[in-house]
Nanobody, 119 residues
Framework: QVQLVESGGRLVQTGGSLRLSCTATGRTDAMAWFRQPPGNEREFVASIKWTDRNTYYASFTQGRFTMSRDNAKNTVYLQMNSLQREDTGVYYC???????????????WGQGTQVTVSS
């Protein structure tokens, strides 16, 4: 059983930056970030493998978001810059066996952290 704990979400102004963190109690092959905007379905943001430096991003990140990992701390990060109101939502960390963009392929989920972007 893997437990995931996210942190870092808060209210931020348009154009601002945030860094989300997700610490895992165990190890799986891949980690990902998803988000759920208000009134919408959960959507893929980014994913990464523990064993290499390949990262995968949703097109809407447009170079604004960077996912990274710290193997020693079992922690992944999501650096978000140039935040827009459309980035508002609950951000979830997920763990699974491959860096897929499909939520159904991930076995473990965190509780979510709220990001609110306001002008």
């Amino acid at each position: 059983q893997v437990q995931l704990v996210e942190s870092g979400g808060r209210l931020v102004q348009t154009g601002g930056s945030l860094r989300l963190s997700c610490t895992a109690t165990g190890r799986t092959d891949a980690m990902a970030w998803f988000r759920q905007p208000p009134g919408n379905e959960r959507e893929f943001v980014a994913s990464i493998k523990w064993t290499d430096r390949n990262t995968y991003y949703a097109s809407f990140t447009q170079g604004r978001f960077t996912m990274s990992r710290d193997n020693a701390k079992n922690t992944v990060y999501l650096q978000m810059n140039s935040l827009q109101r459309e980035d508002t939502g609950v951000y979830y960390c997920a763990a699974g066996s491959s860096p897929s963009d499909m939520a159904s392929t991930y076995d473990y989920w965190g509780q979510g952290t709220q990001v609110t972007v306001s002008s």
